[in-house]
């Protein structure tokens, strides 16, 4: 992780962009990115078992769908077996497929003692027990604060393994620096006690005459305080789960916890001599009609409570999520009873589980894992869905299923609501989950491109350019002035977060709107990354209307070391006043990178997604590393958007000597789009060394107009 501050700011003062870095030329060519249509696609994961054991090999025409009672048409179907897949991150699986997992520890009815050890619990589970597709997240609940998200839905088993062991504390003077939560600080703090005491007065007993009604009324008291404890839980907790609906897939909410009293919600049972007295000392009050000292609440339950604990409980089953309680205290009788009876409540309720064996989570909840490690993930377009938030039951059956199947889906979803109705908790669970999940595309049309280029130290220097579509940024736009969010993480095969940048722009849109329509918004930033694979994904949204785009690409970083041939994207020189720019501020930059992209010795800036006339010669910089001066051949092959090559699609050719330095050869070139229509290609390049006969190839999206 780089330990640059990069976290998102609004900088100095609102950047009027289209004054500031736009060259005075603003007859430059329009981007032309595609338009995008808002659709509504519903997702319904769903998991078949059969004795327990999941059911393999089914097909979509398996399955039907209603959404309120009418039948819906599938549009897509997928079937996701983690058995199968690899222990490295897929990118491939849709969000929504994957099983999410939020470890809440509860600090309000729990001991600190307890919550010491549920940490070290909960860090083997995640990181010996879950695929590593999974998604978790990290939250805490305490009365004085309510429910706390310390890390979102991420594969990123460091981050998570942190958020655990800190609980979200953090030493004075530290503050996360990731606007969605899904890197926290480095930090090595210790888990703070909450505050457990009741807020009771002892009323010392006074003996005598009247002793055994300050006795009543001192229960009674202490059960109101009880239930006030309980509702607030319950309050917090529904709010929890309306959150939790913004997230696709099936959601499993691991609460650590030594649970409540649940003599709040079903009275005293008589389990303990106590209780059976408590019983027999109502009963007799009734008798001898004195009903000021008969409790009802306490022999059968608050009725308030019950109310809203089933609310919360019916929020749970709406987001799909169940709740899967672990019994984190030891077994204490009586008291410890009636807290289980509170944890089981809430786990049956839900259809998760109770489980009280917290030591080895992996091996307790063993069944559970493998009884959800298949999915079938189906989809289907509602027609004429209001954006009204409201919520939609779903109903999934399996024709011709054998004796004892069972089927757990998602039961149902919410309609879309305006971008200004959402909390910003939604907001940044939403955007988490674009970020971390394997699609592309939205209403703003959004390219990328990621290079890496070797430096001294450690980390090489790796440029992000981020082209964004202005005309589709600004849409609906209503004020003079609106703000972009701009989000770029770096993951490597196994999830884990490298590095990542963010940054919050102001626009003047009276002053910078006609040009960033006209031209689009380009921003640079970077990464420092170890050698290695990485995946990158990057998020664009504008903050006041909630459009957004999604776009993603590999970049390899080359060791030093190994000398190992790298051939980087070809990067094609564009004007700089082509766009509207904007870029990382100076205490951001890497000093010492020197300007990466050159062409024949000229400086100049590359295009994340090439615009190329039909029948027109461009330049081309091809660069790599450890190719060696020996003498090259270049060549390169059209693709389609259906992947089919287009023959004598293009010409590329070497257009000068070719110049090495530090390793990195520079080699400009020339391309000529040949017999294409407009629209969208790939470019793939190859790069042959004569002498060897070693070739390498990269490759980058070209749009032909």
Not at 309 to 337: K, T
Request: aromatic share 6%; hydrophobic share 40%; with cysteine.
């Amino acid at each position: 992780m780089s330990k640059n501050n990069r976290s998102m700011g609004r900088g100095r003062a609102l950047l009027i962009l289209g004054t500031l870095l736009v060259g005075s030329s603003l007859a430059a060519q329009q981007s032309k990115f595609e338009e995008t249509t808002t659709v509504t696609v519903v997702e319904v994961p769903v998991q078949v078992t059969v004795d327990g054991a999941p059911l393999r090999a089914l097909t979509k025409d398996d399955f039907e769908v209603f959404d309120k009672g009418k039948r819906q048409e599938l549009i897509g179907f997928d079937l996701i077996d983690l058995t199968t897949t690899t222990t490295e991150l897929r990118n491939d699986i849709p969000v929504a497929a994957r099983r999410h997992f939020l470890v809440l520890f509860d600090l309000s009815f729990s001991d600190p003692d307890s919550v010491r050890r549920a940490r070290e619990a909960a860090s083997e589970l995640v990181l010996n027990s879950l695929h590593a597709t999974d998604l978790v997240a990290v939250a805490t609940y305490s009365q004085a604060r309510g429910p706390q998200m310390v890390l979102g839905f991420t594969p990123d088993r460091i981050q998570i393994r942190h958020a655990i062991t800190t609980l979200g504390l953090m030493t004075p003077g530290e503050r996360v620096v990731d606007p969605l939560g899904l890197v926290i600080s480095d930090i090595d703090a210790q888990l703070a006690a909450p505050d457990l005491g009741t807020g009771l007065t002892r009323i010392a007993d006074p003996g005598g005459e009247g002793a055994h009604d300050l006795k009543v009324m001192e229960g009674r008291v202490a059960r109101d305080q009880k239930k006030h404890q309980v509702l607030a839980m319950t309050s917090s907790m529904e709010m929890l789960a309306k959150m939790m609906n913004s997230v696709q897939g099936r959601k499993h909410v691991l609460l650590l916890s030594e649970g409540f009293d649940s003599s709040v919600l079903v009275g005293v049972q008589g389990t303990t001599q106590e209780d059976q007295e408590r019983i027999e000392e109502t009963n007799q009050a009734i008798a001898d009609g004195q009903y000021w000292l008969a409790d009802e609440e306490d022999r059968y339950g608050s009725g308030q409570a019950q109310s809203a604990l089933s609310r919360m409980l019916e929020e749970f089953r709406r987001a799909n999520c169940a709740i899967q309680a672990i019994n984190i205290g030891g077994l204490v009788a009586g008291r410890q009873n009636r807290n289980l009876e509170g944890l089981f409540l809430m786990a049956a309720d839900t259809g998760g589980e109770l489980y009280s064996n917290y030591n080895d989570l992996g091996e307790a909840m063993s069944e559970m894992l493998e009884r959800t490690s298949v999915t079938y993930l189906l989809a289907f377009q509602p027609k004429h869905l209001a954006n009204d938030g409201k919520y939609h039951q779903l109903k999934v059956k399996l024709k011709d299923g054998p004796r004892g199947v069972q089927l757990v889906h998602r039961p149902g979803y919410y309609a879309p609501k305006p971008y200004e109705q959402q909390s910003p908790l939604e907001r940044r669970l939403v955007s988490a989950e674009q970020l971390m999940g394997g699609r592309e595309g939205g209403a703003v049309g959004t390219s990328m491109l990621a290079a890496a280029f070797e430096m001294p130290g450690d980390k090489a220097y790796v440029p992000v350019l981020i082209e964004i579509d202005g005309e589709a940024l600004l849409r609906d736009v209503q004020g003079d002035l609106t703000t972009v969010e701009i989000y770029a993480y770096a993951l490597d095969p196994q999830g884990t977060v490298r590095d990542f940048f963010a940054r919050r722009t102001g626009f003047d849109v009276r002053q910078a709107g006609p040009a960033l329509r006209q031209k689009g918004f380009k921003y640079w930033g970077h990464f420092d990354l170890d050698p290695g694979e990485y995946w990158v994904r990057v998020l664009v949204r504008n903050d006041d209307t909630g459009l957004s785009g999604v776009t993603s690409g590999e970049v390899t970083i080359p060791s030093p070391d190994s000398q190992e041939a790298l051939l980087l994207p070809p990067f094609f020189p564009e004007p700089f006043d082509r766009w509207v720019w904007g870029r990382e501020e100076e205490p951001e930059r890497r000093p010492e990178a020197p300007h990466p992209f050159q062409y024949g010795g000229d400086p100049f800036f590359p295009a994340a997604k090439p615009e190329v006339g039909a029948g027109r010669e461009v330049p081309v910089s091809l660069m790599a590393y450890h190719l060696g001066a020996a003498s090259l051949a270049v060549d390169c092959q059209i693709f389609d958007s259906a992947g089919q090559e287009i023959p004598g699609g293009g010409s590329l050719s070497v257009a000068g000597d070719a110049q090495e330095s530090a390793g990195l050869l520079r080699l400009p070139a020339t391309f000529k789009a040949d017999n294409l229509e407009p629209g969208e290609y790939l470019m793939v390049v190859t790069v042959k060394n004569l002498e060897t006969d070693e070739e390498h190839t990269s490759s980058i999206p070209i749009r032909v107009v």
